[in-house]
């Protein structure tokens, strides 16, 4: 799935999966999320609701884990 998030066939899918989890693997945040999260290299559309939010919390998660690399 994380090979082609970028397009919209991923973001659809993406978003999809996400509509009944907060992660992609598990009840806590992964490697999977992380380099998911690496691949999208910008937020879904806004159209993808569950997508976008998945985007923002591990974004604010990263944030929390590297909070010198915010101010660059």
Known sequence: ????????????ALNDYLSSRSYLAG??????DHKAFKLLRRPP????VHALRWYRHIAALQQDLHPDSSSE
Do not use: I, T
């Open 1 to 12: 799935m994380a090979s082609g998030l970028s397009d919209l066939k991923g973001a659809e």
């Open 27 to 32: 009840f806590s945040p992964s490697q999977a």
């Open 45 to 48: 559309n806004p159209h993808h």
